[in-house]
């Protein structure tokens, strides 16, 4: 099997980063690719979208009737032990075929996530992840990626093995596309320029998993904040694209090419205080990794809709704080959440909490002179494209207004830990 750009977890990869409902996306394909195309919905094919129901078109009333709608079930259900969520789990490792998971690195709020884990988690003896770059609906249909496609189907349907895959050993696990230099987003031309490089495993076994630090200068490096320094750095909660409200914090600039592959965790210490009116009783923290380069600007690649985003994005519902570090799946470059009712955590207002962000996987290589940019806001802001996350019911004034804070101390300190990846000896 292929799964070309497939998330493999309903509640984590598409409906609820972090807890956090991503409504605006279910939105726009429930009425875009559902609505428009449901069964017995009038003029299918003047639309262009397929031929027109044989038994002839179904009134209004009927077709809401035959409608189990995702924009209204994702509202009304918040956690994965609800039927609505758990009806729709599987078990990675029960899929035993051969396996091809491909990956882009620009899917940051749907896809990307979906096709790691699923890599990881499959039983498949025969498995393969590969990344790529570019629009969510061109690189499968490029010729190069439609052959390598053909050849592992004919592989294993036709048992026309031409390149190696049902030799274990012979097709390297994985191959990396490394996201080297601004090339521009959305140039599937220019993207051909990025480097390949294939890996034994995921994640990479080399990785040096290194802690930059977050300073109440605004900095951001490799060195432990110097003792002694108590501060507070508040922002409006409830930020959105239009008004965004954060802060962030910025690198030096790298002393040498340094390549940054895999996964992130950030680790934050939050509190929520009242603006003005009732205090908070939660916390929405969404995180962001950008690349500056070495000329000042920030460096843009391929989202799915072929928008300009970031390298990575992360998110937390603080309430749902919770680790399983007993889980199997537990890393320390992956925290598990299960994100079960009986999960929920008390949020006081004024009270610290150090939490762990799950950021989901990226690549780039910092050029010397090149900088990163690590943003913590109350909501969504650059990049995040048609994957809004804004609901009212789900991020309400009453829950999660006033203020949030980050706090800075010899008792809470705040890193993001990068996976920094060093040549192949």
């Known amino acids: 099997m292929i799964p070309w750009e497939g998330m493999s ?3 984590r990869d ?17 009425n875009r690719q559902v609505v428009s195309n449901q069964y017995g919905r009038p ?19 009927e077709l809401v009737q035959n409608r189990q709608d995702q924009t209204i079930d994702n509202v009304k259900n918040h956690f994965r032990d609800e039927d609505y969520y758990a009806s729709k789990e599987f078990d990675l490792a029960d899929i035993k075929v051969p396996l091809l998971s491909v990956a882009n690195w620009g899917g940051i709020l749907l896809h990307l996530r979906g096709n790691v884990q699923g890599y990881l988690h499959a039983g498949s003896d025969l498995k393969y992840l590969r990344f790529i770059t570019g629009r969510h609906d061109l690189p499968f249909y490029y ?10 189907l004919d592989a294993f349907l036709k048992g026309e093995d031409r390149v190696g895959w049902s030799q274990k050993g012979k097709v390297p696990p994985v191959e990396v596309v490394l996201r080297k230099g601004d090339v521009g987003f959305n140039n599937a031309e220019a993207e051909k320029a990025y480097p390949r490089r294939s890996e034994s495993e995921w994640p990479i076994a080399r990785t040096e998993y290194t802690r930059f630090y977050l300073k109440p200068d605004f900095s951001w490096s490799t060195s432990a904040p110097a003792p002694g320094q108590e501060r507070k750095i508040s922002y409006k909660a409830l930020g959105n694209l239009e008004d965004p ?3 962030q914090f910025t690198t030096p600039a790298f002393e040498a090419e340094t390549e940054i592959t895999g996964h992130v965790v950030a680790h934050l210490a939050l509190s929520a205080s009242a603006e003005s009116g009732s205090a908070p009783s939660d916390i929405d923290v969404f995180v962001t990794m950008r690349h500056i380069s070495q000329e000042g600007k920030e460096v843009f690649y391929t989202g799915t809709a ?6 990575t994005k992360g998110w937390l519902r603080v309430s749902l704080r919770k680790i399983e570090d007993a889980h199997p799946k537990h890393r320390e470059w992956l925290p598990h959440r299960e994100y079960r009712s009986a999960d929920v955590q008390e949020v006081k207002p004024e009270t610290v909490y150090d939490v762990d962000v799950e950021v989901w996987p990226t690549n780039v290589v910092v050029e010397r002179g090149g900088k990163l940019v690590f943003e913590v806001s109350s909501g969504d802001t650059q990049g995040s ?30 890193y993001v830990t990068l996976p920094i990846v060093p040549a192949k000896p």
């Open 306 to 311: 072929g928008d300009p985003v970031p390298l």
């Open 9 to 11: 977890d309903y509640y």
């Open 14 to 30: 598409r409906c609820r980063h972090g807890g956090i409902l991503s409504n605006q996306f279910i939105s726009f394909w429930w």
């Open 143 to 152: 010729e190069e990626e439609v052959e390598l496609q053909r050849s592992f």
């Open 245 to 247: 409200q954060f802060v």
């Open 385 to 414: 494209g048609i994957f809004g996350h804004n609901h009212p019911q789900d991020r309400s004034k009453e829950v999660f207004g006033g203020l949030n804070n980050l706090h800075f101390s010899d008792k809470h300190v705040n």
């Open 43 to 61: 003029g299918r094919s003047a639309a262009n979208w397929g031929p027109d129901t044989l038994e002839g078109d179904l009134p209004e009333e």
